[in-house]
């Protein structure tokens, strides 16, 4: 029986780590089956989930506490179940662009979350503007907008929200 196991991982970054986590869960015979890395900082930092069967993934913890030394990395693990089909939930891309100022993930995702629709994915990035070097600010999320909710109105509603609040922007169907 195929079990799940989440592994999240953070440190300096440099190169091989990923090489290190990876053959790690290739030796013990588990495989990756969703990943998110990425560097903020000078910092590496990663979450994933691999599945294997018990004696797979009984292995790769064995493996978490050498391989944590080694690679100087924080890593914590936790077992868990695959993710429930949300049949009655339809996925949406958002996209926001402003200039950069504290509070703009906080009011996106009370906005979402007064509303009983779930953030899946979120990622966020700042950037100089061209021609002027104001620095902007990018904010990405994917959501389930429960079935029943009427798109129309929820469209309307989150581009007042966003014109209140001098955002740029679109709410779209998701395409993955």
Known sequence: MKKYFVISALGKDRPGIVHELSKAILDSGCNVEDSRMTVLGGEFALILMVSGHWGAITRLERQLPPLEKKLELTIVSKHTEPRANAQDRVPYTVDVVAMDH??????????????????????????????????????????????????GRLRD???????????????????H
């Open 102 to 151: 504290p509070g703009i993930v906080h009011e996106v995702a009370d906005f979402f979350a007064s509303r009983d629709i779930n953030i899946e994915e979120l990622g966020t990035w700042t950037y100089p503007a061209a021609h002027t070097g104001t620095a902007m600010f990018s904010l990405n999320l994917t959501v389930s907008i429960p079935a029943g909710v009427h798109i």
């Open 157 to 175: 509603e989150f581009t007042g929200f966003c014109d209140n609040l001098n955002l740029d922007a679109t709410i779209e169907p998701s395409r």
